[in-house]
């Protein structure tokens, strides 16, 4: 999974939004968030929230973020 999401966040302009929805799960949310942490991008977060999947009897977790450009050095 790094590799697959790590292309896509690279080939993404400054400005475009990634949006990911995956099942519910701590480890899987937390590989994501550490994916944005380690890139050499700064990105925004515009969704973070879970929704209700009823009829399947699952949650789902909803990010949204958007690309700001490199990380700037301190």
């Known amino acids: 999974m790094k590799t697959f999401v790590n292309h896509i966040l690279n080939q993404l302009r400054e400005g475009a939004v990634f949006v990911n929805c995956m099942l519910q799960g701590t ?3 937390q590989v994501l968030k550490n994916i944005l942490s380690d890139s050499p991008y700064e990105w925004e977060t515009l969704a973070d929230t879970y929704t209700e999947y009823a009829e399947a009897n699952a949650t789902f977790h909803l990010l949204a973020v958007k ?3 490199p990380v700037q050095p301190d």
Do not use: L
Request: charged content about 65%.
């Open 27 to 29: 480890n899987r949310e």
């Open 67 to 69: 690309k700001r450009g």
